[in-house]
């Protein structure tokens, strides 16, 4: 465990519920101070800027990061990317199974949270920008309603099936959470992810819950959702509303 929590420092993108969301997600479950620079600090922005800015070349240490969330931690480390925040993160949080009971359980974790990125988050925004993500959604509507169409019809539904799979399956140690009886950071990003997808196509989401044939991972959705840390921390001030990140809700993409 992190002695000294309050020392994590979080750089993510402000505003709105991002890639950064997974990590801050970490944090809350576990009830582990953090200061979130983009959002707590009006000049915060600048610091996230600085950090991805050309002119950065990184120092002895560390390479320079291209995007945020940077996670910045005592005063030497520096590490970008989600997935891989997380997997410093886990066994810091218990949010992993433990390494000597379980050596290759934190592996399988990260499978499970890489898994729920690609499916619910990366493929979810690449609906409202399938050709160019340096393109107004507007100038490649055509092609994001088709590709909207398929993530509904197919890409949706086998990445729900395959986590309500996962949950049937005897890794999981009882159906409650995707891998070894526990909660860890692959049920708070699938959480994150299934949400975001939720607001972006509630019509298609409301037609798979009600369909039943995803009944553990809607079960599972509702469960980390239900957590006393998680619970206070969605009402509060700190959850930053959805907008135009990575999970937009155009209702022409959630059409039939």
Not at 40 to 61: C, F, P, Y
Not at 192 to 207: D, E, I, S, Y
Not at 220 to 236: F, M, Q
Request: with cysteine.
């Amino acid at each position: 465990m992190i002695k000294k929590a309050h020392s994590l420092v979080q750089k993510i993108g402000p505003g709105m519920p991002g890639r950064g969301e997974n990590i801050r997600l970490a944090f809350e479950a576990t009830g582990t101070p953090y200061t979130d620079v983009s959002n707590e600090n009006k000049e915060g922005i600048n610091d996230v800027l600085a950090q991805i800015s050309a002119d950065n070349v990184g120092d002895a240490n560390n390479p320079p990061p291209l995007a945020p969330p940077i996670l910045k931690h005592g005063e030497k480390i520096l590490i970008s990317q989600s997935p891989n925040i997380l997997f410093y993160l886990g066994p810091k949080l218990n949010l992993v199974p433990n390494t000597d009971e379980d050596p290759v359980g934190i592996y399988h974790v990260n499978a499970l949270a890489l898994t729920a990125l690609d499916g619910l988050s990366n493929e979810a925004h690449d609906t409202h920008h399938p050709i160019a993500t340096g393109d107004y959604y507007e100038d490649q509507k055509s092609e994001a309603l088709k590709k909207a169409k398929d993530y509904r019809a197919n890409r949706l539904p086998k990445f729900l099936g395959y986590f309500n799979r996962v949950l049937k399956g005897e890794a999981s140690k009882g159906g409650e959470y995707l891998y070894g009886g526990q909660l860890t950071y692959a049920d708070l990003v699938f959480f994150q992810c299934l949400n975001g997808v939720t607001h972006a196509f509630p019509k298609a989401v409301a037609r798979m819950r009600e369909s039943g044939d995803y009944d553990l991972a809607f079960a599972l959705y509702d469960r980390v959702k239900g957590l006393d840390k998680i619970k206070a921390y969605l009402e509060s001030d700190r959850r930053q509303k959805y907008s135009l990140g990575i999970w937009r809700h155009y209702p022409e993409l959630d059409d039939e």
